[in-house]
């Protein structure tokens, strides 16, 4: 059964779910861009803080074995209603952190409500994208990294004016709780899934290969974002050799293309197929992140940095927007099972750089990183192979 709504009512879901995407782009970004001064605050080593990072991803690994049955079985609306106002929380709790135990189990809830409302924002995603009848998701990915651009350039502006992570915290959780309050009646009052009864799809399944191939590309996208989000803000201290004031300067430009990038994306998925759009994604991150490897300097690294945000921007919408479109799997478990599988990426992706530059330097991390961003390309024609013969 299709369902037909106003374009009044159209617009309403999708400014809503745009709000939140908007919500969550400010929080992780304000956790992001502020890792170098929580890193020196504690006195943390290369190695020690990827240890400690590997709390985020552990906890957003935690949720990932609830999170698609939440959503299933409550509905995306009363999911990320609650779970919305928890994840700016747990900001908090990180910039409350005096001792290393503390930030880790900061960052493990800040992990585990993040990925319930990443789950239920992107099943609501899925929904609005259904009511248009086009591609519209990688547009909410667009606004999520817009605001980590904003967020980015604000907590500049908070570092020159010397105010504590914690007080930064603050204001971002006030801001999140009041966009939140004012946009929550607005969300897609139900999964739109739940309407259309002629569609058999299960809860409990096991990922079939279309699921699968859908989450590596995701891991490698992911893999590299995670580099960026964590690393590239120390990567410009340490290895270029910037001043404090300059050293955010890689990770606005990131957010900057991923930002453009996504908004382009839909037209782009259009006109080249989605397989062509990973292919080229692929190669774009490897040129990136190898540019800013072979010439450390300051307007190299930012356009490699530049490069890489354009390659990362529209992956993870695409793998998303195909998996919710699954013929067997309901859209929350769905996406669950392709996150699980991309989050790897974070897993694994912070804590390695870590281990690895302490070992080598953060120059071989980042190319190493690199390669791995060749799996998008890689997997796209698996991807494609898969989709011709259904």
Not at 368 to 388: E, H, P
């Given at each position: ?8 009512t159209q617009r309403y879901y999708r400014i809503a779910v745009?709000?939140?995407?908007f919500i969550q782009g400010i929080v992780f970004a304000s ?276 490069l890489v945000g354009a390659g990362t921007s529209s992956v ?75």
């Amino acid at each position: 059964m299709q369902i037909k709504l106003s374009i009044p009512t159209q617009r309403y879901y999708r400014i809503a779910v745009s709000t939140f995407f908007f919500i969550q782009g400010i929080v992780f970004a304000s956790w992001a861009s502020r890792i170098p001064d929580i890193k020196n605050m504690l006195g943390l080593s290369d190695a020690g803080l990827g240890a400690v990072l590997f709390s985020l991803p552990m906890g957003q690994l935690t949720a990932m074995t609830v999170s698609g049955i939440l959503v299933s079985k409550f509905g995306s609306k009363t999911t990320l209603s609650i779970a919305a106002v928890f994840y700016p929380l747990a900001l908090v709790g990180i910039g409350s952190a005096h001792y290393v135990w503390q930030l880790s189990l900061a960052l493990y809830f800040f992990g585990i409500a993040g990925n319930i409302c990443n789950i239920s924002i992107n099943t609501q995603g899925v929904g609005v994208e259904r009511i248009y009848r086009r591609s519209i998701m990688a547009s909410f990915h667009g606004i999520w990294s817009l605001a980590g651009f904003m967020a980015g350039l604000f907590s500049t502006w908070i570092v020159s004016m010397h105010i504590s992570p914690f007080v930064h915290y603050i204001i971002i959780f006030l801001t999140a709780f009041t966009l939140m309050s004012i946009v929550r009646s607005s969300v897609l009052p139900r999964d739109v899934s739940k309407n259309q009864t002629s569609e058999k799809r299960k809860m409990f399944v096991m990922p079939d290969k279309y699921i699968v191939v859908l989450g590596i590309v995701a891991f490698g996208s992911m893999i590299c974002e995670g580099t960026m989000f964590d690393w590239s803000s120390i990567y410009f201290e340490k290895v270029l050799k910037l001043p404090n004031e300059l050293i955010r300067i890689g990770y606005i430009a990131f957010m900057l293309t991923m930002a453009t990038g996504r908004f382009a994306a839909d037209k782009l998925v259009t006109r080249f197929g989605v397989d062509n759009v990973l292919k080229f994604s692929g190669i774009t991150i490897f040129t990136g992140l190898m540019t800013a490897i072979i010439f450390p300097y300051l307007y190299s690294a930012t356009f490699g940095f530049l490069l890489v945000g354009a390659g990362t921007s529209s992956v993870v919408p695409l793998c998303y927007s195909n998996a919710g479109k699954s013929k067997r799997i309901l859209p929350g478990m769905a996406l669950a099972m392709v996150s699980s599988i991309g989050f790897l990426g974070f897993l694994l992706g912070p804590p390695l750089i870590g281990f690895i530059a302490q070992l080598f330097n953060l120059r071989w991390s980042f190319a190493f990183v690199a390669i791995l961003g060749l799996i998008i390309t890689l997997m796209s024609q698996k991807l494609k192979q898969i989709l011709d013969n259904e």
